[in-house]
């Protein structure tokens, strides 16, 4: 049997320890190399690349996509997809889900993962709809985590929903690294009865787990399983591509992977992480071993937005208090996995229960749109008092709520004429307005001083 292997060191590994700061021109030179190592897939896009691009980086994210394509020829292109909130926090009306996924493929990817955060699949049906339209490969996630209401049964009957749906492969998330190797064991064999899919699973090394939990997935059929080259592996990053390359092979599975190609990549990865370090862009927390996960679910990411929010308003000191508040919140939400946006909404309402010595005395507007119903299907029932408080004697919708959203790309089109240059850029407006914009005007003086900078010279 052979397993594939995802690198992440593109995507995920770089989002996970340095914050999606890795600019194209810190790994231009590496990607042919990566090209041939015998990945099954570089998940090289979406997740916060998109916003940190366009924030950060000065990229236009569509450009970094495409010069990736042109230097990878053999290996597919993954992209991370939040289902109706595409890249961003909110829902997005289907016309611009589909008008996103279009221009992605077009673009150079070949496999689009996509999830919703609360697992409620109505969210996610209008993105893999239309990856089938465009001939590529649609992932459809199921959101690990643990709670009084999730289970064996409640996953199988979720994978039976996206096989249902058409997906190509189920990829099981766990993104705060707290599944064990027994639960991964015994989730994938579930899932290996009730469908007739490829599964595939993608953890973190947050506590530890990562790598035991892989094998055992392995064991028990898992088809491919995401991994990190070395130098951007553990801590909140995935499980090390070599080691675990090594391991599978030892246990008398195929990968593909050739070990010179991969040291070439590692060496080249080693001095960049040297820079980051010495940079201060890359902390030592992220990379250590955070056990606390596995009491409070609190994902690697999450955790260090709490430290710096709580640092910001010299809060530090509450740090504790706000870990054992989060499951709390989380109960009073009906148990949300925790992954984006529901890992930022939970911890900032835990925080601010903290802060301000009363829970609930402040609510901010995305838990007030959770309750409305807005993001989806709660996983089990919101606390009554919080949906009083909230809703008064308001029922919570039971519809999906991009069924009222308008059409809006076309009309933004038309606003950004004279602004926007083409559908691409249309697109990253709609998902960060203001960011874009910026992004924009920064282009236009760049281009600017090129030109004439060049003039000058003639």
């Not at 007030?368 to 119903?373: D, E, I, L, P």
């Amino acid at each position: 049997m052979k397993v594939n292997i995802t690198e992440t060191i593109l995507r995920d590994a770089n989002q996970s320890l340095i914050a999606t700061r890795m600019p194209f021109s810190d790994f231009e030179e590496i990607l042919e190399t990566l090209d041939q190592a015998g990945y099954y897939s570089l998940e090289c896009w979406g997740g916060a690349t998109f916003d940190s691009c366009l924030r950060y980086l000065d990229e236009d994210p569509w450009e970094r996509l495409r010069k990736i394509k042109s230097k990878v020829k053999n290996t597919k292109l993954q992209m991370l997809f939040r289902g109706q909130n595409i890249l961003g926090y909110k829902h997005y009306p289907d016309d611009v889900v589909r008008k996103f996924v279009a221009h992605a493929a077009k673009n150079g990817i070949d496999i689009f993962r996509i999830f919703d955060a609360l697992n409620d699949f109505r969210n996610i049906e209008t993105a893999v709809d239309e990856v089938k339209k465009q001939g590529k490969h649609a992932q459809g996630c199921i959101c690990y985590t643990t709670s009084p209401i999730h289970n064996l049964e409640k996953y199988a009957a979720m994978g039976k929903q996206l096989e249902k749906m058409g997906v190509h492969s189920i990829c099981i998330k766990d993104m705060a690294g707290i599944m064990g190797p027994q639960e991964a064991y015994d989730l994938v064999k579930a899932l290996k009865e009730s469908v007739k899919l490829p599964v595939y699973l993608h953890t973190h090394s947050t506590t530890g787990l990562g790598p035991i939990t892989y094998a055992k997935a392995i064991e028990a059929g898992c088809d491919g399983i995401d991994t990190a080259i070395s130098s951007f592996s553990g801590g909140t990053s995935q499980p090390p591509t070599e080691t675990m390359n090594y391991a599978i092979k030892q246990m008398g599975y195929e990968t593909s992977l050739n070990e010179k190609t991969l040291k070439k990549i590692n060496d080249y990865f080693k001095t960049l992480r040297t820079g980051y370090i010495s940079s201060g862009l890359m902390d030592p927390f992220v990379m250590g071993t955070e056990t606390d996960a596995l009491v409070y679910q609190v994902p690697g990411g999450m955790l260090s937005n709490l430290i710096s929010q709580l640092k910001a308003q010299n809060a530090i000191d509450k740090l504790e208090e706000v870990l054992e508040e989060t499951p709390r919140v989380r109960k009073d939400m009906g148990y949300p996995p925790l992954v984006t946006p529901m890992s930022q909404m939970v911890g900032v309402q835990a925080a601010t229960n903290v802060l301000s010595g009363e829970r609930y005395k402040t609510i901010s507007k995305e838990i007030k749109s959770y309750v409305k119903g807005e993001y989806g299907q709660a996983p089990g029932e919101i606390d009554s008092e919080l949906m009083k408080k909230v809703l008064g004697d308001e029922k919570p919708m039971t519809h999906r709520f991009a069924d009222d959203m308008e059409p809006a790309f076309e009309k933004t089109k038309k606003e950004l004429q004279g602004i926007a240059r083409n559908d691409e850029d249309v697109l990253s407006y709609i998902a960060f307005p203001q960011i874009a914009e910026t992004f924009f005007k920064k282009r236009e003086e760049s281009e600017s001083k090129t030109v004439n900078y060049t003039i000058t010279r003639k």
